[in-house]
């Protein structure tokens, strides 16, 4: 047993880490478990596709199309009727001039080309660009 007396004891002036890298620690789980539940997006089941290319990680313009047939333009439910001004309105900010559309697997095609129907809408809002989002098939997703 050491007892020290006089004034020859130096004071530790060094932080104590253990209680920082347990907060970091907790921080890192909480963000390692909410990461996979925040998804971009509408809700949908995209279909499938064999040849597909890359595409951007955050698309600036898209428009989602649920299986019920209601539609989203970047997170902004649209009508019929209100379909052409969202996307005039999304393209004004857009650097990028693309269209991008995840649909359900489920819609018809022939929901979309219909006459009036939204390749009509994207017709005369003066979209050309446009590119399909699809998942990735592969060999066990026959």
Do not use: W
């Not at 997006?41 to 064999?50: I, K, N």
């Amino acid at each position: 047993m050491a007892i020290s007396i006089g004034g020859e004891e130096k004071v530790k002036s060094e932080p104590n880490v253990v209680p920082l890298c347990d907060v970091l620690l907790v921080l890192l789980i909480i963000f390692m478990v909410v990461t996979p539940l925040v998804q971009k997006g509408v809700d949908l089941r995209l279909p499938t596709a064999l040849n597909t290319i890359s595409m951007p990680e955050n698309p600036e313009v898209v428009l989602a199309i649920r299986r019920d047939g209601t539609m989203f333009v970047n997170q902004d439910q649209a009508t019929m009727d209100k379909l052409q001004a969202l996307l005039e309105e999304a393209f004004l900010s857009a650097s990028d001039k693309k269209l991008y559309i995840r649909i359900d697997s489920d819609v018809e095609y022939g929901r979309l080309v219909e006459p009036g129907g939204v390749f009509d809408k994207l017709k005369e809002a003066g979209i050309e660009d446009i590119g399909i989002i699809t998942e990735v098939k592969t060999e066990k997703s026959d």
